[in-house]
């Protein structure tokens, strides 16, 4: 496998880079290809994406058809818009799929989801490998059936070489349990004394979420209109930038999304600086 290691952007922020440099060109091409097209700077593109894919249901419902429904052509869309950041050059995106407050769901919309989610992770193991995608899980995995367990786990080996982009899955997630979760690992480290206290800063907790190998969001998408994050990585998005869209997730296309690229290009980050600052 490839070595990667972390580099520091202008941003403060950090991404992945490759120790290969003809990897690290091909995202600088299509990026550069992105940006041209959109006319648009590569700084301007964003390099992590992550999305709260909402309006599955209420798309189904106004169509007067089962919610299972607007869940299927949802993963349908999955597909179109991972493809796409493949092509646009994006080094990672992440997908809200399913949180841990959807277990609160009704229990027929929650097996047909579980089902939909197994089919779906044997389907896309060509697609991942052919566009040379890595899988990663966010979330608890031993907290989900044991047939979508195996098949999760199958298709992360399957593309864990993989050298693409990474398409982060967030599948029985909370930003809180996960927090919690890193908390956990950090005070029994501390316990074993592996950890000194001065040992504990903002990078130590960022070592131990389940985002650990990920770079921070730069753009947060979330579709249908809705203004709240729903405890979605809540540590990440500190200073990421947000895009609301009354576009329901079922609907969201290329030209959706090239929206919101060329809405986050224009907004100035600045990190708790100065506009004038360098």
Not at 88 to 103: A, H, K, P, Q, V
Request: charged letters at 30%; a positive charge; proline letters at 3%.
């Amino acid at each position: 496998m490839i070595k990667r290691y972390f580099a520091a952007r202008p941003s403060g922020h950090f991404v992945s880079c490759f120790g290969n440099v003809d990897l690290r060109k091909d995202f600088e091409e299509k990026l550069k290809k992105t940006a041209k097209r959109l006319r648009i700077t590569v700084e301007q593109m964003p390099r992590h994406i992550a999305i709260i894919m909402d309006g599955n249901g209420r798309w189904a419902q106004s169509r007067l058809l089962p919610r299972i429904e607007g869940h299927r052509e949802g993963g349908k869309t999955v597909e179109r818009i991972a493809q796409y950041c493949v092509d646009f050059g994006i080094e990672s995106l992440t997908l809200y799929s399913f949180s841990i407050e959807n277990w609160k769901r009704p229990k027929v919309e929650v097996d047909a989801l579980m089902e939909l989610y197994t089919r779906y992770l044997i389907e896309i193991r060509s697609t991942l490998t052919k566009n040379n995608v890595r899988l990663v899980h966010l979330g608890r995995l031993d907290g989900l059936p044991a047939s979508l367990q195996k098949e999760f786990k199958e298709t992360i080996k399957l593309t864990a070489g993989n050298t693409g982009m990474v398409l982060a899955l967030a599948l029985n997630y909370g930003g809180r349990t996960e927090i919690m979760d890193a908390t956990k690992k950090i005070a029994q480290k501390y316990k074993d004394g592996k950890l000194r206290l001065n040992d504990i800063d903002e990078q130590c907790i960022s070592e131990h979420l389940y985002t650990a190998r990920l770079a921070e969001p730069d753009l947060l998408i979330r579709t249908a209109n809705e203004m709240r994050v729903s405890n979605f990585l809540l540590w990440q998005i500190s200073y990421s930038e947000f895009y609301v869209t009354r576009t329901l997730w079922p609907d969201f296309n290329k030209t959706s999304l090239e929206k919101a690229i060329l809405a986050y290009a224009k907004r100035n980050r600045r990190f708790g600086k100065l506009k004038t600052q360098n």
